[in-house]
């Protein structure tokens, strides 16, 4: 005899129970567990999450199957004592929310065999949606959405789920889904003539308590189709949210939820544009600004020692002023901006003078903080040091002379 008797096995709607402590364990982590002689609490397995709730004055944190040892409850607070008589009692939404999600795997894994002979091999249910690995060919969005019609056409019809023991030999002469996990007396969940397979696990009681099931996505994974989806509840919190963030971006454009895509898709292509004649625009500009530089800039028989710090300057856009000015001949640049949390340098020369630009450069990197290198004739780098960035530009030009 298992040392627990399940009771979520006969009534998956039993909340509230009375049972007596038949031993008590101190896990590893120091947490106690209670196994009791009945439980209505389900334990993690079958790629369903364990139930929560209370037992006396304690929270039942965890739940775990140790198959003929029993069900231990993991609690916090007061731990009753072997022999106590204990009411426990299950957290109702956390139940109802793992019976829409697991029953509507069942109905979404039989919509896959009927229409497509594809059977499921391994569902999860995770914090915010579930899993299925389906042996699905060529999957393609049209196929699984018409899973999609099918499931929820089984769950408007509110179809009965029955719950069957039966021996392995008169099992084998049914029609399962899928093979079963164990060996002797089996549990069999029967929806209407739709599905029949062995499970552990907690059913609605008809299907339409389940709601509606939705695909959220899916991908290959494995050899297999890998599929998203949710139902009941969790698919109606998934809607609002969806909603919410549609809503949002139509609202940017004072437009329709429907009509959002086109748009978004216009604004980025303006904006390609944009940015193409803004690059076209700043290579014009930089060579007035460099006419300007030059003009201000003394001269004499030293190399034109052009030396700038600017504000908010792109790496991009320096690199450009930096190359309009070695346009002239005689002439280093050494350029640094403060773009945010970074300090950028470019420093490039003319090919009339000497020098290595390259060396340089990891001397200044090295004064801020930064990383940076490039050719005798052109270098660029960043650094973390803002503060230092004048004093390596100073030093960079100091070193020329
Ligand atoms: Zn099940």
Redesign the pocket.
Known sequence: MPATERLYYRDSRLLEFDARVISLSDLDDGQIAVTLDRTAFYPTG?G?PTDTGTLGDARVVDCIDAEDEGVMHVIQGPAPEVGDTVHGKIDWPRRLDHLQQ??G??ILSAAFVQLFDAPTLSFRVLEHECEIDVELENPTDERIEQAVDLANQIIWESRPISIRQVTSEEAAALPLRKEPARAGELRL?QIGDFDL?P?????AKSTGEVGVIAVRSWERAKGLTRIHFMAGVRALTDYRKANQTAREVAALFSAGREDSPALVERLVEENKKVRRRLGELEQVASRVEAEELVGQATFDSAPRIITRVFDDRTADSLKQLALALIAHPNTVALLGSLDGDTARLVFARSTDVSGDMNRLMRKACEMIDGRGGGKPDMAQGGGKNLEQLGEALDHAAKSLI
């Not at 499970?199 to 059913?203: A, K, L, S, V």
């Open positions: 079958g369903q697991h029953t795997q069942h969940i397979t499970c552990g696990g907690t059913h």
